[in-house]
């Protein structure tokens, strides 16, 4: 039984879908604080049964993320162990960040500085996760989750959570590994064990790439074998307009995991990073100025 869950569980939970080995549900948590009952909404990640291996990684990030609190960390509420491992997380409103951006690509609520603002977020978490050598090894887009959109109107800024990783990449088949190019470090894809926080460097790099590009990435549409010719040739995405964030960009998925810049120069880089919303302007037609 999860500390604070209720005594006979009631099936209140909504099914949000489902992540690489696990199902997805919202639920509520209640908690009896003396007299008064407490709700709080939370997302049950239930590992699917027939993966059994995993279910150890899976605790084990679990139990990695449960030792560990930060602001823009997903909170860990509880993991259960019985048939099947269950991870309670606090529930993050407005949900994974690729999603997101997919469906507010236009509409003006995500601008350059929305964007550079969750990119300085998820490097500030993961600027915490390397002081304490904690290697994440899966992110993505998909694993940043929303708080707060924010709004440009009154100025008030996004706010980000990262999930936990999921399942070691350790533990994952060859193809798995492949289908996550080029969010997974090159070096990773030659030998898993290769893993350490060089990697969460490079695919830093890639999240904020796929931030900038509107959450659609160019090698999503390859073939498993064309994916993996993408790193035998040493290619790069296609550098964004703004030259800055491109050179940032590249640093971090640069083939050579010592030549990846540490997160507190990341952060330094992105605070220096300058931009106007104006560009929105510059789409207007003259008329439209
Ligand atoms: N820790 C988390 C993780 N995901 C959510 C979430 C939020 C949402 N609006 N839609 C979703 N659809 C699937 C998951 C999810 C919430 N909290």
């Known amino acids: 039984q999860l500390p604070g869950s209720p005594a006979a569980p009631r ?8 992540g690489s080995f696990t199902k997805i549900y919202r639920g509520i948590k209640r908690d009896q604080e003396d ?11 239930v590992m699917d049964s027939s993966h059994g291996n995993c279910s150890e990684s899976f605790l084990e990030a679990a139990s990695i993320m449960s030792q560990i609190s930060h602001k823009h ?45 969750v990119s300085k977020q998820l490097a500030y978490a993961l600027n915490f996760l390397e002081d304490k050598k904690i290697v994440h090894g899966n992110v993505s ?3 940043v989750l929303l708080a707060r959109e924010g709004d440009a109107a009154s100025g008030s800024p996004p706010f980000i959570k990262l ?15 492949i289908d996550r190019i080029p969010w997974v470090a090159p070096e990773c894809i030659s030998d898993p ?10 695919s830093f790099g890639a999240t904020v790439w796929e931030i900038f590009s509107g959450g ?24 964004p307009k703004w030259m800055e964030l491109a050179n940032l960009i590249t640093q971090c998925m640069d083939y050579r995991p010592g030549w990846r810049p540490s997160f507190r120069a990341i952060i330094r880089d992105l605070n220096s ?6 560009e929105l302007l510059s789409d207007l037609s003259p008329s439209e100025l």
């Open 193 to 202: 064990k290769n893993l350490a926080l060089e990697s969460d460097k490079w």
């Open 73 to 117: 960390l997903v909170l860990l509420y509880g993991v259960s162990i019985k048939e099947n491992s269950i991870m309670v997380q606090e529930y993050v409103r407005f949900g994974a960040l690729d999603i997101y951006l997919k469906k507010n690509q236009s509409g003006g609520k995500v601008t350059a500085s929305w964007k550079l603002e």
């Open 11 to 18: 099936h209140s939970c909504e099914n949000l879908g489902q």
């Open 35 to 45: 007299s008064e009952c407490h709700e709080t909404e939370v997302l049950l990640k």
């Open 273 to 278: 990073l300058i931009t106007s919303d104006y």
């Open 163 to 177: 999930s936990d990783p999921g399942v070691s990449l350790t533990m994952l088949a060859k193809e798995m590994l």
């Open 216 to 239: 659609t990435m160019p090698t999503s549409a390859l073939e498993p074998l064309l994916k993996l010719q993408f790193y035998q040739n040493s290619l790069q995405l296609p550098a």
């Open 141 to 143: 887009a998909k694993k």
